[in-house]
């Protein structure tokens, strides 16, 4: 099945007028916990009966934390019926296709498609400076949003 994840993430921010993965946490009575950790361990998701936690190390820095915030809130949302829990490492980019899509949502959330247009000619480290977002976050947003040839690589 198809999740659309571009259109729900466009409906998300239409529907609460924020990008802000805090907000929409919020917004979706999503509890968002933030816990000392080592660094090995950014974030996870969990689902307890019926009540839906986002957990992110305190120990990261601010851009870190709202990245990972939406990763996980990618996960609560597109893959709450999913007979998985999230509780484990995170890293961004790991291999398969809950992280995919997670990091697919996050990317989505965190990067306006008008701002990736109007930089598309400049290096992703600028535009993920820019954004104040992760890199590899950029070109993934990037390369996903290619087959629709709306960007071109830098």
Known sequence: MSKNIHARVKHLIRKYETRNPLKLAKYLNIHAVHKEYSLHTKGYYIK???????VVNSALDEHSQRIVL??????????SCEPIYFIREYTLFPVGPYEREANKFAAELLIDDNDI??????????????????????????????????????
């Open 117 to 154: 247009k109007e930089m598309r000619y400049k290096a992703t480290s600028y535009i993920a400076a820019a954004l104040e977002v992760n890199e590899e976050l950029v070109k993934y947003k990037i390369i996903n949003r290619q087959g629709g040839h709306m960007y071109e690589v830098p």
């Open 70 to 79: 939406a990763h996980e809130l990618g996960h609560a949302i597109l893959h």
């Open 48 to 54: 307890t009966l019926r009540n839906k936690f986002i």
